[in-house]
């Protein structure tokens, strides 16, 4: 008896009817790529239906087969004051190495593991503003994989003049972000004070329009010189306002 193994849609060899009884063959079908939606094509063998849509209704099934979710990032943006809002995320990408995180065109983060699912965003937000945040997924090889946006509108502010980060360690490169707002356009003064009442440092003494701004100070007085640990006094003042805030820097 003789076996003829056919590996596609078309017999690859002819045969006379009055010869089939005398002989056995198999053919075998393989549907490659993923399955993700549509309908089956048509199979056939010398002109008849075997497999898919036919004319006659039947239904036919593929056993041991899978269909394979689209890779993708779910992605959320929470408010949680007026200079913070916490990204969170989570995604089902087998391939990612790593993720990067933009926030209206400003880079935030350009490596982010890929064991990470969380950032919170302080760098110089300004009170009651809409922004847009963009993470984007990459395999080993640079490669984006997956990118998703979210948006968040940061809350009122119940301060004018807010320095954030008021315990910092400037010789590991950290430093105090001040925030102020002003209700309209004024002179503004922003000036380091030590203990003894001495000006360490001037940030700015300039007119400025009405708005929300942010300066920082890295620790380093008039000369450039890194100042000593110990407490300090940031003072600002405008026409209307003055208001002093103490920050600790430690080495």
């Known amino acids: 008896m003789k076996k003829i193994l056919v590996t596609g849609l078309w017999l690859l060899f002819f045969c006379l009817p009055a010869w089939a009884y005398e002989v056995e063959w198999q053919v075998f079908v393989t549907v490659g790529g993923e399955a993700k939606g549509g309908n089956w094509g048509v199979v056939s063998a ?12 039947g239904t036919y099934s593929v056993e041991g087969g899978s269909v394979i979710e689209a890779e993708s990032i779910s992605f959320m943006a929470t408010p949680v004051s007026s200079a913070l809002v916490r990204l969170t995320w989570n995604d089902n990408l087998t391939t990612k ?3 990067s995180l933009q926030r209206d065109g400003f ?17 110089q937000l300004k009170a009651d503003t809409l ?7 990459y395999d080993a090889n640079d490669v984006p994989l997956a990118t998703a946006t979210a948006v968040a509108t940061t809350l009122p502010s ?7 980060h008021n315990l910092f360690h400037p010789a590991k490169g950290k430093k105090v972000s001040i925030y102020y707002q002003l209700d309209n356009s004024t002179p503004v003064s922003i000036k380091i004070y030590n203990l003894a009442g001495e000006i360490v440092k001037t940030l700015i003494d300039e007119n400025k329009v009405e708005g929300q701004y942010w300066i920082d100070w890295e620790g380093k007085n ?8 110990g407490t300090y006094i940031i003072q600002i003042k405008t026409d209307g306002f003055k208001e002093n805030k103490k920050i600790i820097l430690i080495k």
């Open 97 to 99: 190495a790593y993720c």
């Open 131 to 137: 922004y847009q945040y963009f993470l984007t997924a």
């Open 222 to 229: 008039d000369d450039g010189d890194l100042c000593a640990a």
């Open 158 to 164: 119940k301060h004018r003049f807010i320095p954030y």
């Open 107 to 123: 880079p935030l983060a350009s490596r982010l593991s890929k064991e990470r699912t969380s950032y919170e965003d302080t760098s």
């Open 46 to 57: 010398i002109g008849q239906p075997i497999c898919g849509d036919s004319s006659d209704g």
